[in-house]
């Protein structure tokens, strides 16, 4: 297990850093202020990726909802979550420099600092939550990386699309034009996402939150939309509207490196305050 959580992280950060140099906070910093990866770490990012684009498949999503959104794997409260996510943090590996609760205090104390209602706040604060995944024993390409529609044309907007070849979808007539299963801008609440951490937090949090929390939650790593447009033919109006908060809660999660780490502690009370407004007591996972 310490092995399998050393690694998780270890496939994180990369991803992390991976998305830093597709989209660097500062577009015109240079290229190589950027750490660039050795060889290896560019294999690992490669070969999770490799993973992610074979397995994801329709029917592998379609399986993995009817196994996953009957809830009926734990219950904690939103601090017990929290904490049982930060048992996937290794010390041992010097190079993970943030536990997954600085992450996401991170994530959170930067969208209350610029003054963002509580519900933005408290999302920044679980957006991450669905990790959980992996403490359930779920292989890392289905928690974590970027998400994409299944059940349609893989575009090449997602990093690393000739990996696609090998999804048995790619060669199915049935998934594989444009609109594949769906009708054009049938909203993509009618559209089924990769299956990872977005989609499996949303459903958890679903009759909770408010619908722009929602949209951030299902699709902050839905990066071929929302930095790359490759997926407008099915949205819909609605749609449009709230991706809105979807652009706006990327850079948080992003680019919050705080120098000086927020103290969990002491902001624990302020957080389960906002437990308390929005959230039932025990969170079915
Ligand atoms: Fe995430
Ligand atoms: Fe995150």
Known sequence: MEHKKSNFNKIEELWEEDLLKRYP??????????????????????????????NQTYEFVLEKEKEFLSFDKKEMSLWEAVDFL????????PDIDLDQTQHLLQTSEAIKADGHPDWFVLTGFLHDLGKVLCLFDEPQWAVVGDTFPVGCK?????????????????????YNSKYG???????????????????????????????????????????????????????????????????????????????????????????????TKYLPEKIRF
């Open 181 to 275: 299963v769906y009708e054009p801008n049938c909203g993509l609440r009618n559209v089924h996402m990769s299956w990872g951490h977005d989609e499996y937090l949303y459903h958890i949090m679903k009759d909770s939150l408010p619908d722009e929390a929602l949209y951030i939650i299902r699709y902050h790593s839905f990066y071929a939309q929302h930095r790359e447009n490759a997926y407008e033919h099915l949205m819909d109006e609605y749609d449009h509207k709230m991706f809105k908060w979807v652009q706006a809660f990327n850079p948080y999660d992003l680019y919050s490196k705080s120098p000086t780490p927020p103290n969990a502690e002491e902001l624990k009370p302020y957080y389960q305050q906002l437990a």
């Open 86 to 93: 930060n048992t996937l943090v290794d010390d041992s590996d």
């Open 154 to 174: 893989f575009s090449d907007k997602i990093v690393y699309p000739e990996f696609f070849k090998e999804n048995p979808d790619n060669d199915n007539e049935k």
């Open 25 to 54: 906070e500062n577009s015109h910093k240079k290229k190589q202020e950027y750490r660039n990866y050795d060889a290896p770490a560019r294999d690992t990012v490669k070969d999770f990726y490799y993973l992610n684009h074979v």
